[in-house]
């Protein structure tokens, strides 16, 4: 096949859009020559790469298959361009990062501060639905690091942490489990849990501790979204087990609060994640150097808002309620699921 990378990214934009017209416009090509382009391609394949209903385009199983292989190609290409673009030192380009949905609450911060000493990289943010789907974008190499809560084991990648990440239980304001300041997990089991979908870290975390102490919740309801859950427990409508770093503005507007659960916030890490097979760029390299460097004290400083002080028997202490004490740090992590 004599294909040229051009012809490779026409037809994966007419694979990903289902259509000529939508290709053309965010090729910024005439509607003809995507087809042309695709033509040529299916003339080089030798076989029907799409199904055909109108203009609705669709890929066949062959078409399936070259997709992969397609993605492959260019992904290797990109691989090129940044080993290359380690020679000539330049901190610029497009740099892409996943990451799961809970971390679009922290991540777009540091972008912004890491663009003031870097202005010649383009940033692109990916937020996947949750971590498998996130786990499927960096396989397939449409991110160049990703940010997740934990490691990979499905994946030959470098994982490396970086900041603590608290998961908290949340109620909505005057619930009666306020008045019971420090309660016991099982003070928890006659309330309904609103909780995240399988296959997201969250919900994995939260099984993993409940299960260790074995608590079985009631869940009346699960959802795909963390602000679909804090509008729902605003409503009253259950608890929740959430990272601590999806709730600032509501804590900080009394929105919602924070139940005090024996044994908590559990203490898990954020992870910098990308594949071993991986060259990074230039730019990738100055991400991760900045995310390691600093993303800690940034998180840090989010946390210590919400997190109160512990006195001398792991009480908290009523005269400062919400503030920390000495340098504020939670108690040590627990082990990564996955690890």
């Not at 960096?138 to 940010?147: E, F, I, K, Q």
């Not at 602000?227 to 990272?243: C, D, N, P, R």
């Not at 659960?261 to 990738?284: C, F, M, N």
């Amino acid at each position: 096949m004599n294909l040229t990378f051009r012809q490779l990214r026409v037809f994966l934009e007419v694979a990903r859009q289902g259509s000529v017209t939508r290709a053309a416009e965010a090729l910024h090509l005439t509607p003809p020559a995507v087809s042309m382009q695709i033509k040529e391609v299916e003339n080089q394949v030798g076989l029907q790469l799409f199904d055909r209903a109108g203009r609705a385009l669709s890929l066949s199983t062959a078409g399936e298959y070259f997709a992969v292989h397609a993605k492959k190609l260019l992904a290797a290409l990109r691989d090129a361009e940044n080993a290359m673009g380690r020679f000539k030192r330049l901190e610029s380009g497009l740099l892409t990062v996943g990451m799961v949905s809970t971390a679009k609450y922290f991540v777009p911060r540091l972008l912004a501060k890491f663009r003031e000493d870097h202005q010649g990289v383009d940033v692109r943010l990916a937020v996947a639905s949750n971590r498998e789907a996130l786990l499927t974008m960096l396989d397939g190499g449409a991110c160049d690091l990703a940010v997740m809560g934990r490691p990979p084991r499905e994946l030959a990648a470098r994982s490396e942490p970086f900041a603590p990440h608290p998961l908290v239980f949340v109620c909505p304001p005057g619930h009666e489990l306020l008045g019971i300041g420090h309660p016991p997990l099982v003070a928890l089991a006659p309330y309904s849990f609103i909780v995240r979908e399988q296959g997201s870290g969250t919900r994995a975390a939260m099984e993993r501790f409940l299960g260790e102490r074995r608590f079985t919740p009631r869940i009346t309801m699960e959802m795909g979204s963390n602000e679909a859950i804090k509008q729902a427990v605003m409503a009253g409508m259950g608890i929740s087990f959430l990272s601590l770093h999806t709730l600032g503005l509501e804590l900080r507007t009394g929105l919602l609060q924070l139940l005090d659960v024996e044994d908590t916030p559990l203490l898990r890490s954020w992870h910098l994640v990308h594949l071993q097979s991986k060259v990074l760029s230039p730019a990738a390299e100055a991400f991760r150097y900045f995310v390691l460097e600093r993303a800690a004290a940034h998180l840090r400083e989010h946390d210590e808002m919400f997190l109160a002080p512990k006195g001398p028997a792991g009480a908290r202490r009523p005269d400062a309620p919400g503030r920390p004490s000495g340098d504020g740090r939670p108690r040590p992590a627990e082990p990564a699921d996955g690890r």
